[in-house]
């Protein structure tokens, strides 16, 4: 069985906004490859918003505790900065 990002937060509780899951989709990529010495699997899957398809980089299930990590660390990182009223 394997599971996406999108996956991981969705079982946790969070909807991400574009930039986070982005952020979080090239972080959890990129541990893939070092620890792999590849890019993951892309398997065709419905969107997030439920119309259509496309190609999702999909992660063994033993790679959920990573997943969650990176995820906990944007979330602390985007608590950390300010908000700015322009």
Not at 2 to 25: C, H, K, Q, Y
Request: charged share 30%; with cysteine.
């Amino acid at each position: 069985m394997t599971i996406t990002v999108m996956d991981v937060f969705r079982d946790l509780g969070i909807e991400p906004d574009n930039r986070v899951s982005w952020a979080v989709g090239a972080a959890v990529r990129d541990l893939y490859e070092a620890r792999e010495g590849a890019l993951p699997p892309k398997h065709l899957r419905r969107k997030t918003g439920g119309a259509g398809s496309h190609c999702f980089a999909c992660y063994p299930e033993s790679m959920r505790v990573d997943i969650e990590r990176v995820i906990r660390t944007h979330q602390t990182q985007k608590a950390k900065q300010p908000a700015f009223d322009f």
